[in-house]
């Protein structure tokens, strides 16, 4: 019996270990330690119901052993604040006033197209629509949002994180001469820009690595 | 809140009594069944074992089983019933020399099959 309450507590840790290593792109709205336990606890439930050789017994003392751990760690999150970071995670700020901050994405295992992703479920369709912009500690977007909507045409994405999108910057008409162009007057190199987006009205995001972003004005073929 | 830290102590003195009952039970059925066995191995040794014998441990086996189904699991048990049955079977037949054999696995299996659920670094991984 003591043999299952150990297993399923290492297995419990391991998963949480494992989900925080994830990062925030795979939380689907829960604490990890809550997305850990709602992984276990179904197959927890399921293996002593379905297979008659093993006593229900080891499902009931995995699931009251699952209901302990996440008694504990529930307790340890309200008397130990920095237990709750460690075991929760905290906020990350992945937009501020300077633009996209990078490290906080890659922290987060996410890329730009993600955050755009993560920013069009919450309703803002541009990069500059917000002034901040946070994944919380449950993987779920929130955003200080700018009084006004700054564009009223839905951007694309040219370059994330130094690759460009060949796709997109044809649709754009966009080449190769008129892109290093661009990025010739911007006194950048293709590896050193983080995001650059641009939308039917010719409005274009520029965010060259370690400077705050830019708003340019280009002419496109704003066939979208 | 206190009622949550009342049902978290609850639930670890629960399981921790559990965890004591479980341990002491399961030596104690298996040193009983394992007395019986080696009763019946020293009288098949010495050729006096009659199938009555072999039916009067299977009978304190079967009311044993009952109970440890609930704390092993069946495929193990049933490992025990297999033996059981063929050791029964050949001191009907009067098969001593290979009734010897089955009771020595049986009692291998009764004296390794609590050490198997104990708390032991080997078990846990």
């Known amino acids: 019996m003591a043999l299952i309450f150990i297993r399923t507590a290492i297995i419990f840790v391991t998963l ?31 293996i002593p119901m379905a297979d008659t050789s093993i006593p229900i ?24 604040k920095p237990v709750k970071n460690v075991i929760s995670g905290k906020p990350s700020v992945v937009i ?9 994405l890659k922290k987060n295992n996410l890329d730009v197209s993600d955050l755009i992703e993560s920013m069009r479920v919450a309703g803002y369709f541009n990069l500059d629509d917000v002034y901040y912009g946070l994944f919380e500690a449950n993987g779920s977007f929130s955003a200080l949002p700018k009084e006004e909507v700054t564009s009223t045409s839905l951007p694309m994405i040219l370059i994330d994180r130094g690759t460009p999108d ?20 911007q006194n950048a190199k ?9 939308n039917g009205e010719g409005r274009v995001y520029f965010q060259k690595r ?15 | 809140m ?62 044993k089983k009952s109970k440890l189904q609930i704390l092993v699991p069946h495929n193990d048990i049933s490992y025990i019933d297999y033996w059981l049955s063929e050791a029964c079977g050949l001191l009907y037949n009067g098969q001593y020399d290979l009734a010897l054999g089955k009771i020595e696995v049986l009692k291998e299996i009764s004296k390794n099959l609590p050490d198997a659920y104990s708390i032991k670094l080997e078990n846990i991984f």
Not at chain 1, 17 to 44: C, D, H, T, W, Y
Not at chain 1, 190 to 198: F, I, N, P
Not at chain 1, 210 to 224: A, D, H, M, R
Not at chain 2, 17 to 33: H, N, P, R, S, V
């Open chain 1, 57 to 80: 017994l080891y499902g009931i003392i995995a699931i009251i052993t699952i209901f302990i751990l996440h008694q504990i760690v529930w307790l340890f999150q309200l008397w130990f």
């Open chain 2, 2 to 63: 206190v009622k949550a830290i009342c049902y978290t102590v609850a639930a670890i003195l629960l399981c921790i009594g559990l965890f004591i009952f479980a341990e002491w039970y399961l030596d104690k059925q298996f040193e009983e069944f394992s007395a019986a066995l080696d009763s019946l191995y020293t009288k098949i040794e010495d050729e006096t074992a009659t199938q009555e014998d072999g039916f009067a441990v299977r009978t304190l086996w079967e009311d």
């Open chain 1, 166 to 185: 060949k796709k997109n910057l044809t649709r754009c008409g966009f080449d190769d001469e008129r892109l290093n162009k661009l990025l010739k007057e």
């Open chain 1, 96 to 104: 501020n006033k300077n633009g996209i901050d990078e490290f906080q």
């Open chain 1, 16 to 46: 949480l270990f494992v989900m925080r290593l994830m990062g925030k792109s795979q939380i689907g709205e829960m604490q990890p330690f809550e997305f850990v336990i709602s992984l276990v606890i179904a197959e927890l439930a399921c």
């Open chain 1, 190 to 198: 293709l590896k050193e820009v983080v995001v650059m987006t641009v």
């Open chain 1, 210 to 224: 370690g400077e705050k972003y830019k708003i340019l004005q280009v002419e496109v073929n704003g066939e979208w």
